[in-house]
């Protein structure tokens, strides 16, 4: 079974517009963590944001914030007022344990002027 | 830019050779993880050291090996090399183990041929 579940393999959103980009996750494991990567085209992976699974509060980062629902095992990113810089591949992962990380597969965003 | 240094950026091999990307992690960084991301595999976790210890593996070969030197820096070895092994290969630090971030270096582009 996948670990990671990014459902919308591409997305587009308007110029200074909100987008949710989904990310779903399996684990037995009551302690892991949970990210979100930019990759630019340039090939970069680019740290946006971090969870962990005992934050009680939904964790921000400037124009990023992540919509936490422990009981449905969702992590879902929220980029808000969206630019066009922010057209890249998005990558949702989870970290269980000590080291072991998977990633989702990625979604693509386009971001209109 | 991230603080984790990776060399070379781009390698151009033949299939059956021998290759070492090397990484340089963050200051101060103890734990260092490899990643390989390729068209059809995704991203892919293969191995993590803290502090020039193992402490978790993934996905990776047996033809490919990694270690962590005392001034933790790490170096990953693929051998006997597969036009399968075209990917590019991500090292990414940590302060800690856990469920700490990660930063990601720029990469290693490989082409086997």
């Known amino acids: 079974a996948q670990k990671i579940t990014q459902t919308q393999p591409g997305m587009f959103v308007q110029e200074k517009e909100a987008v949710t980009l989904d990310c779903t996750y399996d684990?037995?494991?009551?302690?892991?963590?949970l990210f979100w990567y930019k990759q630019p085209s340039s090939g970069e992976m680019i740290f946006l944001i971090y969870?962990?699974?005992?934050?009680?509060q939904n964790a921000t980062e400037g124009r990023y914030s992540l919509n936490f629902q422990k009981a449905r095992k969702s992590a879902n990113l929220v980029i808000s007022a969206s630019q066009l810089g922010d057209s890249a591949m998005y990558f949702c992962?989870?970290?269980?344990?000590?080291?072991?990380?998977?990633f989702g597969d990625g979604t693509t965003l386009t971001v209109k002027p | 830019d991230s603080g984790v240094t990776q060399t070379p950026k781009h390698l151009i091999t033949a299939t059956g050779q021998r290759v070492t990307l090397r990484c340089s992690p963050r200051?101060?960084?103890?734990?260092v993880y490899w990643y390989q991301q390729s068209l059809d595999q995704g991203l892919q976790f293969l191995i993590q050291?803290?502090?020039?210890?193992?402490?978790a593996k993934g996905n990776i070969l047996e033809r490919f090996s990694a270690q962590q030197f005392p001034d933790l820096h790490s170096e990953l070895n693929l051998s006997s090399l597969e036009l399968g092994d075209s990917a590019l290969y991500f090292c990414?630090?940590?302060?800690?183990?856990?469920?700490?971030?990660?930063?990601f270096g720029p990469g290693t582009r490989l082409l086997v041929l």
């Open positions: 200051s101060g960084d103890l734990s």
């Open positions: 992962a989870m970290r269980e344990g000590w080291g072991k990380s998977t």
């Open positions: 684990t037995s494991d009551p302690s892991y963590g």
């Open positions: 990414a630090s940590s302060v800690r183990e856990g469920q700490e971030t990660q930063y």
């Open positions: 969870q962990g699974s005992y934050d009680q």
């Open positions: 050291y803290y502090n020039g210890e193992e402490r």
